[in-house]
Each structure stands twice: as C-alpha cells, then as structure tokens.
C-alpha cells in the first residue's frame, strides 16, 4: 500500500510572504530571510462581533539571531492595513539591497 506524503501546512500568506499572528504580534515575511517586518497591535475596536485594530506599530528587524534583534526602521499607523502596506514597502525594499 502506498503511502501519502505529508505536505506542510499552509498558513496565511500576503503578497506571497507568510504572516503569523502571536496574540497582539504579528509576524510578516520569510523566516529564513535576514529581517522581517514586526506589527504591534496597539489598541482595537469592537465593530459587531470583530476585533479590528485601531492603533499599529510597524518595525523592521534583523532576523539574525533570536532575541538579539535590531530595530532598523520604526513607525506607527492607524490601522493594520496602513501598516501592513508600509512594511511591505520596507521589507521588499531590504531585500533588494
């Protein structure tokens, strides 16, 4: 009887790109790149039975060793999608460099 491979379980992507959601952290890009885009939630809003964020902190971090990482860029956005736009931008913009 043959057997089935296993393939790895795919999580949410954006722009091709995994992110990973901690509690109020989420995590966007490559975990083997050299930085990855960090996106702090802040404060959010009921609206109906969603949690939907207000308030966002966007940094680009070195990805070399764990907990050692360096802050390179920081900002802060009203909403995840502002901020997720705008890290984006920065990642792509590293990797290329």
């Known amino acids: 009887m043959a057997t089935k491979k296993k393939t790895p379980k795919e999580g949410l992507l954006y722009k091709g790109k995994p992110l990973i959601r901690r509690g109020n952290l989420l995590y966007y890009g490559n975990p083997e790149d050299k930085v990855i885009i960090m996106l702090e939630v802040l404060?959010?809003?009921?609206?109906?039975?969603?949690?939907v964020s207000t308030h966002v902190v966007v940094k680009l971090q070195t990805n070399d060793i764990p907990g050692k990482e360096k802050v390179l860029k920081k900002?802060?956005?009203?909403?995840?999608?502002?901020?997720?736009?705008?890290?984006e931008f920065?990642?792509?913009e590293a990797l290329t460099e």
């Open 90 to 92: 920065w990642l792509e």
């Open 75 to 87: 900002a802060e956005r009203d909403g995840l999608y502002s901020a997720l736009d705008v890290g």
């Open 43 to 51: 404060s959010s809003t009921k609206i109906i039975d969603l949690d």
